[in-house]
């Protein structure tokens, strides 16, 4: 089974900046990082869970929420394991859980914007707050 942790949550100003990080592990051989299209989805109190990136097996396709266009950039290393969320020019609206997910297979090249049914394994999400 495919488990996955997150980290680099915390308080941050509006305007402010933020790396999450989402680390990927399991048995060889039920584990290839690579074989799994990886994304990040958030949740604030009492809203359901909503998509905010996500990329495909090499990294070499991407795409974003309108909400964060602009101001979010999600990255992956498959020799480590991880795949990061750089956040800038933070916002209020920002706060949420942020939960790293993995949707094995997936897209070889992203062209809409995933549903989180599509993702296979979640973590246990970090949370940001963004204050005004």
């Known amino acids: 089974q495919v488990q996955l942790g997150e980290s680099g949550g915390g308080l941050v100003q509006a305007g402010g900046s933020l790396r999450l990080s989402c680390a990927a592990s399991g048995r060889t051989f039920t584990v290839n990082f690579s074989d799994y299209a990886m994304g990040w989805f958030r949740q604030a109190p009492g809203k359901e869970r909503e998509f905010v990136a996500a990329i495909n097996w090499s990294g070499s396709s991407a795409f974003y929420a309108d909400s964060v266009k602009g101001r979010a950039m999600i990255s992956r290393d498959n020799a480590k394991n991880i795949v990061r969320l750089q956040m800038n020019a933070l916002k209020p609206e920002d706060t949420a859980v942020y939960y790293c997910?993995?949707?094995?297979?997936?897209?070889?090249?992203?062209?809409?914007?995933?549903?989180?049914?599509?993702?296979?394994?979640w973590g246990q999400g970090t949370q940001v707050t963004v204050t005004s």
């Open positions: 997910a993995a949707d094995r297979g997936g897209p070889d090249i992203y062209r809409t914007s995933p549903g989180r049914y599509e993702f296979d394994y």
